[in-house]
């Protein structure tokens, strides 16, 4: 690689080297920006909307630009706050107020930011779903979360088992449908009509809940991560700073809003800055976001590694066929970035990739590349202001330069998760003394940087998506043909990981191809469809401990070829 090119492009910029590094930084210099600064009054929804649209000159500024294969709309910020408004108004006629949680499961279209909004301008607390899930996701989240009211679609509610849901009041569905008989069921294109422009705002502590998005870990259901309003403040600064956002840009962050990136960065960071946002609805291709780049003339852009990966294998010519000469910035978060794929961008875009580190519980971009900084092909970057990260022991002890050790952040940033929903041990299971310990395994180089690794525990990381291996597992011994499984990541050029389960097979079955798709079926069908198996391999056991625990590390070793360690927990 030529190692000129990943030096830092000349201009004006928001942050310097030095201020990345910057001792005695104070994130109060950030809050004279927000409205709340001067007036004491807090709601995201008002910052992020509500302020512009206020503004005479900004409120016909297109803040959504939608485009779908069947749609296209442009939405300005003073559309977006009385749509908003009107949602809320929907939401508090039926009763919905401060903390209560509502749900999204439906696709992203205007009227997901629309909802999204209301919800927060109530002071409820937001939970988008991916659209992809299927009745278990649903049922574990909406459960789990207690959540009172769902936005969904026509086509989606058949995955919702309303009725396995004591704590679901209504429904409201966008779209005519023939369930609107009951009367649990809203019909939103009713009330819609009826809704005032108008609303008076909640206004909220900064530490009231805002959104729970849930994720996996190694072990048990799903958790509900739990975000406090006053994630703004880093959302807003990330946003300036390695967005690298100026008033007149065009921004794409081509995250669902299922996942935390497709909220943090897909609607407040933008929204915050004031900067148009393009929404892309439909399927992934090359050729269509190509196009999507083009036609909206987008300047910077946020992806993630698993769709670079498919660019760069989309080949180069298909590059040239379209006019990207407006973009300027680009950005991947969600898993490491490949330093061919740095090596791509240089080529066919001529752009550095600038990789971001971060995690659903932390709310906002903690170790980052920004457009002053040398980029080192391979290494996440360097933490942002007010970010002390570190390489840390068992006990909480650092470790030198160049030393593996566990990825930790000094408690305290702005947007870090209050809580995990309805379990105060998982949260405390995050900490060792003052620091959040991440999961990953890293080390430090001698000048700050910082170079993943991998995961210390068995959370599977498929095309971006976490997984967690219990989930799966759990959901393959309820089908009637498997007796046990346990499950892995396995390394993947395009999709990272893929996920790999192994299986001992019930008495009177037999192994066949058809069998092992039936049941990749069921977990597809009944679960989500990036939570499938891609590869099912059949077994005569599967290992375990001696209390019965699956050895998801011995079976990984099998798999790779690798050393098997230390056995001795293994049952005879
Ligand atoms: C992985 C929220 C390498 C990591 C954005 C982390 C990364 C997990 C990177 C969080 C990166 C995220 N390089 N690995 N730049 N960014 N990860 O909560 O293992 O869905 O702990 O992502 O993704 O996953 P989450």
């Known amino acids: 690689m030529d190692m000129a090119k990943v030096q830092p492009r000349s201009g004006e910029h928001n942050l310097t080297d030095i201020d990345v590094q910057r001792e005695g930084f104070d994130w109060e210099e950030i809050k004279k920006d927000f409205s709340w600064y001067h007036t004491g009054k807090v709601n995201v929804a008002y910052e992020a909307i509500d302020r512009h649209a206020e503004n005479p000159h900004k409120k016909d500024q297109v803040a959504l630009l939608y485009s779908a294969p069947n749609r296209e709309e442009s939405v300005t910020f ?13 939401l508090k006629k039926y009763g919905i107020g401060k903390s209560d949680r509502v749900f999204l499961f439906m696709p992203r279209t205007p009227e997901f930011y629309a909802n999204f909004f209301g919800i927060l301008k109530v002071g409820a607390i937001a939970g988008p779903l991916f659209e992809a899930f299927m009745e278990q996701a649903v049922r574990d989240r909406l459960a789990d979360s207690e959540a009172m009211m769902l936005i969904t679609t026509p086509e989606l509610i058949h995955r919702v088992p309303v009725k396995e849901l004591p704590a679901l009041e209504k429904i409201i569905l966008i779209g005519n449908s023939t369930d609107m008989k009951d009367e649990q069921y809203i019909s939103y294109e009713e009330e819609i009509k009826e809704a005032s422009e108008a609303f008076d705002i909640e206004w909220v502590d900064r530490e009231d809940g805002m959104l729970i998005h849930y994720t996996s870990g190694s072990t048990g259901k799903p958790k509900g991560v739990y975000h406090a309003h006053n994630a703004m403040i880093q959302h807003y600064a990330t946003g300036k700073w390695v967005l690298d956002l100026k008033e007149d840009d065009t921004y794409w962050c081509t995250a669902d809003p299922g996942w935390v990136t497709g909220t943090s960065y897909g609607i407040f960071a933008p929204w915050l800055n004031g900067i148009t946002n393009v929404i892309r609805g439909g ?32 080949g180069d010519d298909i590059v040239s066929k379209y006019d990207l000469s407006n973009l300027r910035h680009l950005l991947s978060v969600g898993e490491p970035l490949n330093p061919e794929v740095i090596t791509w961008g240089l080529r066919t ?23 002053s900084m ?14 002390e990260a570190a390489i840390i022991d068992h006990e ?8 593996m050790g566990n990825l930790a952040i000094k408690k305290g940033w702005p947007s870090m998760m209050r809580a995990i929903w309805n379990n105060p041990s998982k949260f405390d299971s995050y900490f060792i003394k003052d620091w959040y310990v991440s999961g990953d395994s890293a080390y430090m180089d001698e000048d700050g940087y910082f170079w993943f690794q991998g995961r210390l525990d068995d959370v599977i990381n498929t095309s971006g998506e976490r997984v967690g291996p219990f989930e799966v597992e759990s959901k393959l011994i309820e089908h009637q043909a498997v007796s046990e499984a346990g499950v892995i990541g396995k390394p993947d050029p395009e999709r990272g990981e893929i996920i790999k389960a192994f299986i001992t097979l019930n008495p009177g079955y037999e192994a066949s ?14 679960l989500s469809a990036h939570a499938a198996p891609r590869e099912i391999e059949i077994k005569d056991s599967i290992p375990k401990t001696r209390s019965g625990k699956i050895m998801r590390r011995l079976l990984k070793s ?9 056995t001795s927990t293994l049952e005879e």
């Open 78 to 90: 003073e559309q977006l706050s009385k749509q908003s408004n009107q949602t809320a108004n929907i």
């Open 283 to 314: 399927r992934f291709s090359p050729e269509s976001w190509y196009e999507t780049l083009e036609k909206h003339q987008v300047t910077v852009w946020y992806t993630a590694p698993t769709a670079l990966r498919k660019f760069v294998s989309a």
């Open 349 to 371: 875009l001529n752009l550095r990739i600038h990789d971001t580190w971060w995690m659903t519980e932390t709310g906002a971009m903690l170790i980052v590349n920004v457009p």
């Open 374 to 387: 040398e980029i080192r092909p391979g290494s996440m970057g360097k933490p942002i202001p007010g970010i």
């Open 396 to 403: 909480g002890n650092k470790l030198p330069p160049n030393q």
């Open 513 to 526: 191809d058809e069998l092992l798709e039936a049941i990749r079926q069921f977990v597809k069908t009944s």
């Open 558 to 566: 099998w798999e790779l070829g690798l050393p098997t360690g230390d």
